[in-house]
């Protein structure tokens, strides 16, 4: 694996930025991600691996590599491994050979896929770990300092991508819940008023034919509304 010149660096952190910054879903935004970072770096494979703060696991989101062997499904626990080292000690680890390595879990794979050096820097937002980005060459290589920059500088913009998505995501919902809340609200006025029902009543009336017509009942809440200003007209 030849040295990759610092402008050919410098560039992929441009294209990387600019694939965040687009209009480009998520997974499309990661898996540009890791193609460029493979591309400048000369490395059989980059895979980008995300924590679950739930299980506590870290999962394959996104690769270059076309093997079906590396795409199953697999996930490694924090600490495990050296992808679940570099999540827990929050720091990028190099080995020079993962098949000497006691602490690579996968020498199977390693062998039929022909990996030998490797690079996991994890993905921090602020001092949170949510994930970690690894590069794996065919050959005996020793990462430099300017790949090691360049890796973690695409994994801190994959971390800012992946927050924000989670960020709007989450803002969306939220804003849907308060809006759902409004129009039932309304809705039990409307229906209090029509109805003479007490405010329990009418919430219960709302979610029953939530429940036998199988819709949300956001849209029971809208059809009572729409009725009610068809009737005032």
Not at 19 to 30: F, K, Q, R
Not at 152 to 180: G, S, W, Y
Request: charged fraction near 30%.
């Amino acid at each position: 694996m030849r040295q990759t010149s610092y402008k050919a660096y410098i560039d992929t952190l441009s294209k990387v930025s600019k694939a965040i910054t687009s209009d480009l879903y998520l997974g499309d935004v990661l898996k540009l991600i890791v193609t460029l970072t493979a591309n400048v770096m000369k490395a059989k494979i980059c895979a980008l691996w995300l924590l679950d703060e739930k299980t506590g696991e870290l999962k394959i989101r996104a690769t270059q590599a076309m093997s079906e062997e590396y795409l199953k499904e697999r996930s490694l626990k924090v600490g495990e491994g050296i992808v679940g080292l570099a999540a827990k000690e929050k720091t990028p680890i190099f080995i020079s050979n993962v098949l000497k390595d006691t602490r690579y879990k996968e020498k199977k794979l390693a062998q039929k896929e022909n990996l030998v050096s490797m690079l996991s820097v994890p993905m921090m937002v602020k001092k949170r770990v949510i994930g970690v980005i690894n590069c794996y060459t065919t050959a005996l290589y020793k990462f430099t300092k300017s790949d090691t920059d360049l890796l973690i500088a695409v994994a801190n913009q994959a971390a800012v991508a992946i927050e924000n998505t989670e960020l709007l995501v989450k803002t969306k919902v939220i804003q849907e819940e308060l809006e759902t809340r409004k129009k039932v609200e309304r809705a039990k006025g409307i229906l209090m008023t029509e109805q003479n029902l007490s405010e329990n009543e009418a919430y219960k009336l709302i979610r029953k034919s939530s429940m036998d017509k199988r819709v949300h009942m956001k849209d029971i809440a809208e059809a009572i509304i729409l009725s009610h200003e068809i009737t005032k007209k």
